[in-house]
């Protein structure tokens, strides 16, 4: 596809559970950035890749949340151990080269844990 | 990074141009001003971004004032699908990317 995608669209778990989310960047792009959004909020930054190193990780909210980047491609953020707080939409967006580049957006992960 | 303030609501009519003015009174000298759109269920999508002056592009124009502590973004004729949250963000191009998202301004298009 020639956009930013990400799967699954919805996912509902139980508190205690671990999740995957995966985000599959436009071709080509080298920079992947992950962001949550809560109800009513605006984003959150996560983790900022480039390539498959992550540079920046300062915004992943605790040790349970991680995320891991093959191939220069597919990215997954995975969440160990889900709390209830954790409930948000999910968004990965890439761009280019780099960071000054302009980011386009997949549609998101709502994630909803019970 | 410098706060910013933007109305939470406007409303406003198809064919209507709709202006929305973002504050931004602690800007920095290497700080860029770049706006978004969100509809429902989306990512934000890049709108339009300027440092001083009027920046246009197809979507939109940029109005940022000498001092540049406000900016305004202007949408020529707006349609029903225009109907969005508009986003202002302010911060050096460096790090854009971990710029804060605020509540935005909801803009309701009425037919």
């Known amino acids: 596809g020639a956009g930013v995608s990400q799967s699954p669209s919805n996912k509902v778990t139980e508190k205690g559970k671990d999740v995957e989310l995966r985000c599959d960047p436009i071709?080509?792009?080298?920079?992947l950035y992950w962001y949550r959004q809560s109800l009513g909020q605006g984003l959150e930054f996560l983790i900022y890749?480039?390539?498959?190193?992550?540079?920046?990780k300062s915004g992943l909210p605790s040790d349970r949340f991680s995320a891991e980047r093959t191939g220069g491609s597919v990215s997954t953020l995975t969440i160990q151990r889900t709390q209830q707080e954790d409930s948000a939409v999910y968004l990965c967006?890439?761009?280019?080269?780099?960071?000054?580049?302009?980011?386009?957006f997949g549609p998101g992960t709502r994630l909803t844990v019970l | 990074l410098a706060k910013t303030t933007q109305p939470i609501s406007m409303d406003s009519y198809e064919g209507q141009e709709v202006n929305i003015t973002c504050s931004h009174n602690?800007?920095?000298?290497?700080?860029?001003i770049t706006w978004y759109q969100q509809f429902p269920s989306q990512g934000p999508r890049f709108i339009i971004q300027?440092?001083?002056t009027k920046v246009t592009n197809e979507v939109a124009s940029l109005f940022i004032p000498a001092d540049r502590k406000s900016s305004t973004l202007s949408l020529p004729r707006v349609s029903l699908s225009d109907t969005a949250v508009y986003y202002c963000?302010?911060?050096?191009?460096?790090?854009?990317?971990?710029?804060?998202f605020g509540s935005g301004t909801r803009l309701l298009v009425r037919p």
């Open positions: 963000l302010v911060g050096p191009m460096d790090s854009s990317y971990k710029l804060i």
């Open positions: 071709s080509g792009h080298t920079a």
């Open positions: 300027g440092y001083k």
């Open positions: 602690n800007i920095a000298t290497n700080d860029y």
């Open positions: 890749f480039q390539g498959n190193s992550a540079p920046d």
């Open positions: 967006a890439s761009s280019l080269y780099q960071e000054t580049d302009t980011q386009y």
